[in-house]
């Protein structure tokens, strides 16, 4: 079975301090990863991702993400949080068994709320 | 600019009633999607569309149609069948090549009067 799971279901970081969501998976075969943010009554918007080669990719409004092939894990961090960074952080992983993994579709974790205290 | 227009943001659903969202996108996009979000559950996938006049069910398609007509628009009709529609309904697109992010909508949420 494929999976994402988000452990914490909220994360409490002080504004201007490092920030870390946390994000594991379970595929067979090779993980495509995906973080998306959403903010209050809106739709979820892209972050980045992983698809091969260098584990730590950059991505938009600062944020980074490290993959980690023996631990399973894509977690998501940035340097120093903004209050403006306070939201629901979803990660996904791209569904490998269905139209024989040629399609977009993902799997999504049940989401993180980030909020960063000024 | 380009991008996922969903409607109408709130809608009331009465007992007994179908009621259909609207999905629109201008992206030229092959694949469409929608999805279900309830509290603490994230997103779960009702049905989704790889090409006109083709789609699958999704995890929770029980209760809800759809159609694919046209390239630009993916309806989703909630149907009296589904006993607990209140939720946020959010619509997303992306290109048909693997691995490129799914575009989303701003969603509408549905309750029940």
């Known amino acids: 079975a494929q999976s994402v799971a988000q452990p914490e279901d909220q994360v409490n970081v002080a504004e201007g301090n490092p920030l870390t969501v946390k994000c594991t998976y379970s595929?067979?075969?090779?993980?495509?990863l995906f973080w998306y943010v959403q903010y209050p009554n809106r739709g979820l918007q892209f972050l980045l991702k992983?698809?091969?080669?260098?584990?730590l990719v950059k991505g938009s409004y600062g944020f980074e993400a490290e993959f980690n092939k023996s631990q399973t894990s894509f977690h998501l961090k940035k340097p120093s949080a903004l209050v403006s960074d306070s939201a629901l952080y979803f990660c996904?992983?791209?569904?490998?068994?269905?139209?024989?993994?040629?399609?977009?579709?993902?799997?999504f974790g049940t989401g993180t709320l980030l909020a960063v205290q000024p | 600019d380009g991008g996922i227009t969903q409607s109408p943001k709130y809608l009331f659903r009465k007992e007994g009633q179908n009621v259909t969202l609207s999905c629109e996108q201008n992206?030229?996009?092959?694949?469409m999607y929608w999805y279900r979000q309830d509290p603490g559950q994230g997103l779960r996938l009702i049905y989704y569309?790889?090409?006109?006049?083709?789609?699958q069910k999704g995890d929770i398609a029980e209760g809800y149609s759809v159609s694919r007509e046209k390239k630009e628009s993916f309806p989703l009709t909630v149907t009296s069948a589904q006993k607990n529609p209140t939720a946020f309904y959010l619509c997303?697109?992306?290109?048909?090549?693997?691995?490129?992010?799914?575009?989303f909508g701003d969603g509408t949420r549905l309750s029940i009067l």
């Open positions: 997303a697109s992306s290109i048909a090549t693997v691995n490129q992010p799914q575009h």
């Open positions: 595929v067979s075969g090779n993980p495509y």
């Open positions: 992983y698809i091969t080669g260098d584990n």
């Open positions: 996904a992983v791209r569904d490998l068994l269905n139209y024989g993994g040629a399609t977009n579709k993902l799997i």
């Open positions: 992206l030229n996009h092959d694949a």
């Open positions: 569309s790889q090409i006109v006049n083709d789609f």
